[in-house]
């Protein structure tokens, strides 16, 4: 099964994701970690979720990885779920090297729903979580922050159209957008 889970920042959305992976019936638990500890606020925000992880009623495995997390693929099976936290923080790892674009916009989209697609056919439960920043005002108008934002949107509707149930988060309250449905392997590819 595919989840995507989106909100805004702070919104509930991890937590939310966490207990829907903890509700399956899959034998495992992996959290599949995209961030870095760039600064001191995020280091607190990994170390909360660790934290978070570590007081669960199930026990949770973390995963790191910034980039091509389909390499992973043949680490999961399909007694897992796995927990992607989150698709934000990666198509920006994968997308920018330095100051600029590292690559261009559509062999990143089509790489990452390879891997997200690889790693869904992979696991029991795959469970996607995602920022929404296309409600909040531009800060730059730089055509790198433009890319990213077009690929970011680009890759929420792909992921959408092939997920058994889709989730806005807002407020710690999750509003149904796709409601859940039987796997379809159609959809995956």
């Known amino acids: ?29 992996i959290c599949l970690a ?29 995963i790191e990885k910034e980039t091509a997390i389909g390499s992973l693929a043949g680490s999961f099976t399909k007694q897992d779920a796995v927990l992607l936290d989150c698709l934000t923080v990666l198509a920006s790892n994968e997308l920018f090297a330095g100051k600029g674009p590292k690559r261009e916009k559509e062999a990143v989209f089509s790489d990452m729903i390879q891997d997200l697609s690889s790693l869904s056919r992979a696991c029991h439960t795959f469970i996607i979580v995602s920022n929404e920043v296309f409600e909040e005002p531009p800060v730059y108008n730089g055509s790198s922050v433009r890319q990213y934002l077009s690929l970011l949107g680009s890759l929420h509707q792909k992921i959408v159209k092939m997920a058994d149930a889709a989730y806005l988060v807002e407020n710690g309250m999750p509003l149904i957008k796709k409601a859940p449905r039987a796997s379809n392997d159609e959809h995956r590819s």
């Open 1 to 29: 099964m595919l989840i995507f889970v989106s909100g805004g920042v702070r919104s509930g959305k991890s937590t939310f994701a966490e207990e829907l992976a903890m509700k399956s019936d899959a034998d495992h638990l």
């Open 34 to 62: 995209t961030s870095r500890a760039a600064d001191s606020e995020m280091a607190e925000r990994i170390a909360r979720h660790k934290q978070e992880r570590a007081k669960a009623e199930r026990e949770w495995r973390t």
